[in-house]
């Protein structure tokens, strides 16, 4: 299989050319801002510049949503567990039999669903407009990261394409020893997170075992140059300086908004 859902959509590709790292920084300092406090407001404020940014980014709607749609499956079930489980306070919108809803459950339950997609979105948007080996050569020549790690990224990105593949190999497997046989739900479940570990199992030593041989081959040994130098220009520095401006915004519009609840409070 391959790598396509890798490739950004070519109808813009403004920020699609900004170095690795300084995408990375933005990502950062948002994530940062959403994890400080635990409130509507500020996650409301993230994802809507997230989503207004796509343009720049090169990714259209359609693509978006068919890529992250088990995402938005488990924010709107998370935010509906929240807001029957959480503290119910203010009036009640709901009270039918163990259905209680008020207006503070309901907004926690949707402070819980916009962050979740607020987090999400920084790092899917890197997956989907940087190429690989560019975000290697970044970590290793701007983050000095060591080498192992670097390349353990790039092989599990790379092979990235083989999980499918993998995903149904493994189910053939199991279902070959009879594992997965039994159609009642509990059943279906414990097979399912019984294969999704053994594909996670699979990922990392097949990651593990190619950036070995690539360190073997000299890939991470001593003094190398470079075939592509990462470099910074001055759009690094205006992506660097949106992502800070994102998550001052975001603070400043709950602090405003008086929904602020800082998370050690």
Not at 53 to 66: D, Q, T, W
Not at 209 to 232: I, K, V
Request: glycine residues 10%.
């Amino acid at each position: 299989m391959s790598n396509d859902y890798l490739t950004p959509v070519l109808t813009g590709k403004t920020l699609v050319r900004a170095n690795p790292v300084s995408k990375l920084f933005a990502a950062v300092a948002i994530t940062l801002a959403l994890l400080v406090s635990i409130d509507w407001v500020s996650a409301a404020v993230v994802l809507t510049c997230e989503l207004a940014l796509m343009p720049m980014l090169g990714i259209s709607v359609r693509g978006l949503a068919r890529r992250i749609w088990p995402l938005l499956v488990a924010a709107v079930i998370g935010a509906y567990g929240t807001a029957l489980l959480a503290e119910k306070t203010g009036g009640v919108l709901l009270d039918v039999g163990p259905f209680l809803f008020t207006e503070g459950s309901v907004t926690a339950g949707i402070a819980v669903g916009l962050r979740a997609l607020a987090l999400a979105l920084p790092g899917i948007f890197i997956l989907l407009t940087t190429d690989p080996t560019d975000l290697a050569d970044a970590l290793a020549q701007k983050l000095h990261l060591p080498h192992r790690f670097v390349l353990g990224g790039l092989a599990s990105l790379r092979l990235a394409g083989l999980l499918v593949e993998q995903w149904e190999t493994l189910g053939l497997a199991r279902h070959a020893r009879g594992i997965g046989s039994d159609s009642s739900i509990v059943a279906r479940t414990r097979n399912l997170l019984g294969q999704s570990f053994g594909l996670i199992v699979q990922a990392i030593r097949r990651a593990t075992r190619l950036a070995t041989a690539m360190e073997a081959r000299g890939f991470g040994g001593g003094t190398r140059t470079w075939a592509r130098e990462s470099t910074y220009a001055r759009l690094d520095a205006v992506v660097a300086v949106v992502g800070l401006l994102i998550a001052a915004g975001a603070m400043t519009a709950a602090v405003l908004a008086g929904t602020w609840n800082f998370i050690l409070s």
